[in-house]
T-cell receptor
Framework: ETGVTQSPTHLIKTRGQQVTLRCSSQ?????VSWYQQALGQGPQFIFQ???????GRGNFPPRFSGLQFPNYSSELNVNALELDDSALYLC???????????FGSGTRLTVV | SQQGEEDPQALSIQEGENATMNCSYK?????LQWYRQNSGRGLVHLIL?????REKHSGRLRVTLDTSKKSSSLLITASRAADTASYFC????????????FGQGTELSVKP
């Protein structure tokens, strides 16, 4: 049984650029949730995908968007990057929206 | 916004001592979960307690839940240097579409 895999591990982007982060869910899991964790803070919910449909969204602007693929892997896209987007981005998969969550190791995004 | 508040923000103890962390939350919940995070990496699920449970044990971990006070505590007994990490509580509520709402975390340092 594989866990949740996120790529890349680290990324540096320039303000105004676009970025795509990837997440492979744990085997058998059909739900993926994305979280943003600023330094020294707890993770904040961005959105959740269940069976390829968005199933809930946190308080993030539309320039944060996502996709879930038929194999239940997922992408997080952020357009027009801002300095405040610098954070650790965590992906969590679960069996169903209310299942137990398995988190990946995260992608550390730095916007300069 | 964060659902929970954790107390204390930082805790420093000697190996062998017990560590207690507290979490308060605002809305009704389905369950409350505790996670550990080492050095800003991925979250590791420790324990889940449902709203109709009052206490749960897992190895050296003991979690209590008081829904009337909207609070929970995590006790780590006989702490080890390897327990040094940040600890987060997260709530799962029906009206939150399956997302987890995290507290700010407690940074635990266990000195050998």
């Amino acid at each position: 049984e594989t866990g949740v895999t996120q790529s890349p591990t680290h990324l540096i982007k320039t303000r105004g650029q676009q970025v795509t982060l990837r997440c492979s869910s744990q085997s058998g899991h059909n739900t993926v949730s994305w979280y943003q964790q600023a330094l020294g803070q707890g993770p904040q919910f961005i959105f959740q995908y269940y069976r390829e449909e968005e199933n809930g969204r946190g308080n993030f602007p539309p320039r944060f968007s996502g996709l879930q693929f038929p194999n239940y892997s997922s992408e997080l896209n952020v357009n027009a990057l801002e300095l405040d987007d610098s954070a650790l981005y965590l992906c969590a998969s679960s069996l169903g929206p209310f299942g137990g969550y398995t988190f990946g190791s995260g992608t550390r995004l730095t916007v300069v | 916004s964060q659902q929970g508040e954790e107390d204390p923000q930082a805790l420093s103890i000697q190996e062998g001592e017990n560590a207690t962390m507290n979490c308060s939350y605002k809305t009704s919940i389905n369950n409350l979960q505790w996670y550990r995070q080492n050095s800003g990496r991925g979250l590791v699920h420790l324990i889940l307690i449902r709203s109709n449970e009052r206490e749960k044990h897992s190895g050296r971990l003991r979690v209590t839940l008081d829904t009337s006070k909207k609070s929970s505590s995590l006790l780590i007994t006989a702490s080890r240097a390897a327990d040094t990490a940040s600890y987060f509580c997260a709530t799962d509520s029906d009206n939150q579409g399956g997302k987890l709402i995290f507290g700010q975390g407690t940074e635990l340092s266990v000195k050998p």
